[in-house]
């Protein structure tokens, strides 16, 4: 049984990882073939423990982009989730993606099930699935037949100059370092200036509601002669409720000085 290809779109992420569509249920690709949804569903848990990503659909060690983390159907295609190897060909195809050279994507596969099928039968398995045909599909369906892929088990996933299919592509890449910046805030010249408004409001509304605290522990209280049997209760309650509060207040100043200041020395991290 021979391998074949379909196009695939994909998304990188760092040493990285990459999110991929490997392959577009429904639409005339440049083979005349249409691929069934849920032809891979029997197969992806073997291709998420199997799966590579390879470079031109070439199977050689040297040509070993990654592997396959994890790959589901949606109702677009099959999504193929990878990590890029830390070798030169991984890093490499992971940059050429990163600076848009390299786009596109295609899945290699084993065809178990198909069939030909003519017009009718297509716009009425197109109906079925309610997918809209584009124009492109219409000029194609009336060229004559259309091999129909029912059943597919996929092999591997490559990165490719000009895939089978204009709708598998990749759809993100991340690197190591964007992951590990995403675990916390980070600062950059772009939102800088905000952040500083944001200290500023923060620092203004805090200090507003410290005035108003002491402001009330100054006034009179004044107590019916009902209450004056629990007053000095009442009084040490209050008490400790607007020193525990002021102190809060006091605390979250601080926190936000100290938030800003290293934003002054740091200059600023760039975000992932």
Known sequence: MQVEFKR???QPGDNGEVTILGASFLNIDRGREIILP???????EAFNDKGRLLIDHK?????????????????????????????????????????GTLKSASIGHYVHAE???REPEVKQLWAEHGYTPTDA?????????????????????????????????????KSLMEIEKKKGATFNKVNRSSLVKVFSLVKDMLKSAKLEEEATQQEPVVISQEAKAVE??????????QSDRLRKLRLELAMVDFQYSQLKTSGGHDCG
Request: charge should be neutral; proline fraction near 3%.
């Open 137 to 173: 599909d219409l000029r194609e369906i009336k060229k004559g037949p259309v091999r129909i892929l029912m059943e597919c088990e996929p092999v591997e996933c490559s990165f490719v100059a000009v895939p089978m299919n204009d709708n598998a592509r990749v759809l993100e890449v």
């Open 115 to 117: 069939k030909i099928a």
């Open 232 to 241: 000095q209760t009442e009084v040490k309650v209050v008490s400790t409720d």
């Open 38 to 44: 849920g032809a891979y569903k029997k197969h992806v």
């Open 59 to 99: 199977n050689s060690a040297y040509t070993l982009a990654g592997h396959v983390k994890e790959s589901f159907e949606t109702s677009r295609g099959l999504v193929v989730k990878g990590a890029f190897s830390g070798d030169d060909t991984g890093q490499w195809a992971r940059r050429k993606i990163q600076d």
């Open 8 to 10: 695939a779109s994909f």
